[in-house]
């Protein structure tokens, strides 16, 4: 006798997809915006552009996703900050351009469904559209048995921003004699995850419970800190002041993303110890003996944006910072480069 099977059989639960789905329309409903057509739930997000106060509109994207820190997630059972992380890697690199974030979509991917825990990532992802001004149209979530370990998912994002082409950020401006202002990360942000597991889980046998003498937290606490979207800071700031260059200083560190905006005829010098570090990043630099060049090549090491502003506004820029209570410092300038010079320098 031939047994019939269903796609429940197989692992695929599309009640339980449906019954999301409408929990998603709620949340989505937090992030509202000018813009926004119709809701969750249709083949494609729509999105009204209102282009009434710009001559010449630019649309800029960025997809990204979250990397092995949602490893640090699955082990702590700790899923509602990691959505905040997956908005924040696209919208920084859509802010450095100048542009203002409008909409945002996100990819969810899990072995079984599990909507406990997919309603807190989305609950995150709609915090993080908040704190961005821009609204969540639409995703995908999608249950792939097989496909992913019991309590594991994967999680990737996409979003759309806009900026009126004479003010685009290109770092065409950048001169010698221009300031770095470094504004401050939370810790280790959402990059270099597989040296970090490496260190504390692999080479030192620790678990996110480990308590460490430099940290008031337990470490998986201290890796899944959420990071900072810096998106209504630098739009504060681009209103009356001028910035020549935005940094978002991910994957690379500062050494191979202050290269992405500066002239091949400058140099990025930046000087040691003009800011403070944060304890996790000395503690991984000790515990897995990771060589100085590696730290500045794979962390933020405490600044997660820089910025690079003519001399006669530096200070202004800075007092205006502090002002809106974010930690800032002055940590370099740009310097005229030399030929077979390398282009950032530290000093």
Known sequence: MNDSLTYADSGVDIDKATR???????????TPRTGVMGEIGGFGGLFSLNLANISNPVLVSSTDGVGTKLKIAFQMDKHDTIGIDLVAMCVNDIIVQGAKPLFFLDYL?????????????????????????CALIGGETAEM?????????????????????????????????????????SGVHSNGFSLVRKVFFD?????????????????????????????????????????HGLV???????????????????????HKGSWQ????????QREG???????????????????????KSAQEVMDRLVAMDEKAYFIGEILERENHETQTQYV
């Open 20 to 30: 999301l789905v409408d929990r998603i329309k709620d949340i989505a409903k937090s």
């Open 109 to 133: 991917a899990m072995g079984k469904l599990d909507n406990s825990v997919a309603e807190k990532i989305i609950r995150g992802i709609a915090e993080g559209c908040t704190e961005a001004g």
């Open 145 to 185: 048995p097989g496909m992913y370990q019991g309590g594991e998912y994967d999680l990737s994002g996409f979003s759309v921003g806009i900026v009126d082409n004479n003010k685009i950020i290109d770092g065409s401006y950048i001169r010698p004699g221009h300031k770095l202002i470094g504004i401050a990360s």
């Open 203 to 243: 080479k030192c046998g620790y678990d996110v419970n480990t308590r460490l003498a430099d940290l008031d937290t337990t470490l998986g606490e201290e890796l899944l800190k959420p990071t900072i979207i810096y998106v209504s800071t630098i739009l504060s700031l681009l209103r009356d002041l001028p910035i």
């Open 248 to 270: 978002h200083i991910t994957g690379g560190g500062i050494d191979e993303n202050i290269i992405r905006v500066i002239p091949q005829t400058c140099k990025a010098v930046i």
């Open 277 to 284: 570090i944060p304890p996790i990043f000395n503690i991984i």
């Open 289 to 311: 003996n990771v060589p100085e060049h590696d730290m500045h090549r794979t962390f933020n090491n405490g600044v997660g944006m820089v910025m690079v502003v003519p001399e």
